[in-house]
């Protein structure tokens, strides 16, 4: 035939490849003289190949924008290992209607002071041994211009005034520090190690990144993190 078999042409994948074959037509002289016969056949199947590749690169960004945003916990995870941050609660015990009063004052207290958070679900076990118990767990960052003596400072006076035992600070690429906020004579800070990806192995406390329903505080259900 005098263009080929007609069976050796594809047709167009998709609107991409049609355009591809548009735009090579124009340039179909030189099409003809490289190929010959087989021209159309060429242009056809070089004009899939490449709208196949732009479909891959658009699928590969798909899957890495609900990898970043569709994951809070790899988010937290990310900022834990890289950034200044902390963490602090509110709750007190297991009445929720208490809990979220406290959990709104405690969020005015950072805006006021201009930190950063991010609510998650923190999981541990009781001193006792028995049981585990949930809470709503903030992941703060120093607000603008905040120097990281001044953030670790309102972070404790935080902990103290909204009644927790500790809360924990931890400088970029550095190891966080647990601090006393109960005590009338604070105990020193202990290190805690670095942010690791999981659940803790010694079952002293991890963070997720589940999101906190209104209402109520369900069980960590997405990938956690833990320092040690």
Not at 145 to 163: A, I, N, Y
């Amino acid at each position: 035939m005098a263009e080929g078999f007609k069976s050796d042409i594809p047709p167009a994948i998709n609107q991409t490849a049609k355009k591809y074959i548009r735009g090579m037509m124009k340039g179909k002289r030189r099409w003809s003289k490289l190929y010959g016969k087989r021209d159309k056949e060429v242009m056809h199947k070089t004009a899939n190949k490449m709208a196949l590749k732009d479909n891959l690169k658009v699928m590969y960004y798909k899957d890495f924008i609900n990898l970043v945003e569709g994951n809070p916990t790899s988010r937290m995870l990310s900022k834990a290992k890289s950034k200044t941050t902390g963490n602090i609660s509110a709750d007190r015990g297991t009445d929720e209607k208490k809990n979220r009063a406290s959990r709104k004052n405690l969020e005015k207290d950072l805006k006021k002071k201009g930190i950063g958070y991010k609510k998650g679900v923190g999981e541990y076990k009781y001193s006792s041994g028995e049981g585990t118990g949930r809470e709503v767990s903030y992941q703060t960052s120093p607000g603008k211009g905040m120097s990281k003596r001044r953030f670790g400072k309102v972070m404790r006076r935080l902990g103290r005034k909204h009644g927790q035992e500790s809360v924990i600070t931890k400088k970029a690429g550095k190891s966080a520090k647990l601090h006393d906020t109960e005590s009338k004579k604070p105990s020193k800070s202990i290190s805690v190690g670095k942010a690791k990806p999981g659940k803790n192995p010694s079952g002293q406390g991890e963070t997720s990144g589940t999101k906190v329903r209104k209402g109520k505080l369900g069980k960590t259900n997405k990938p956690s993190y833990h320092y040690g």
